[in-house]
Nanobody, 127 residues
């Protein structure tokens, strides 16, 4: 089993930055891709970014390209999401996810490919 715990959310003004962290524990592995998704009220869960820790390949959702950066510290089993120039439309609960069936250098970008999820951390951006 794998446990994921997110942290770093908060309330900020438009244009500010935040860094989210997700610590994985249990049966973790450098082979497992990790990702961030977000869900705003009354909206479907949306892909934000993902990283393959072995290959360092990354993928980003269109709304966050150029503003968000995903990274991973394999020694700490932690994935980060650096979020710059935050906008009100970024307001959502952000979830960390892990894929135990990652194939080679793949970087999955759909929620149903991920097996474990964190409890989420709220990010609120005021205008």
């Amino acid at each position: 089993q794998v446990q994921l715990v997110e942290s770093g959310g908060g309330l900020v003004q438009a244009g500010a930055s935040l860094r989210l962290a997700c610590v994985a524990s249990g049966r973790t592995s450098i082979r497992y891709a990790m990702a961030w998704f977000r869900q705003a009220p009354e909206k479907e869960r949306e892909f934000v970014a993902a990283i393959n820790p072995r290959s360092a390949n990354t993928v980003y959702g269109e709304p966050v390209k150029g503003r968000f950066t995903i990274s991973r510290d394999n020694a700490k089993n932690t994935v980060y999401l650096q979020m710059n120039n935050l906008q009100p439309e970024d307001t959502a609960v952000y979830y960390c996810a892990l894929d135990v069936n990652t194939i080679l250098s793949a970087v999955p970008a759909t929620a149903n490919q991920y097996d474990y999820w964190g409890q989420g951390t709220q990010v609120t951006v005021s205008s």
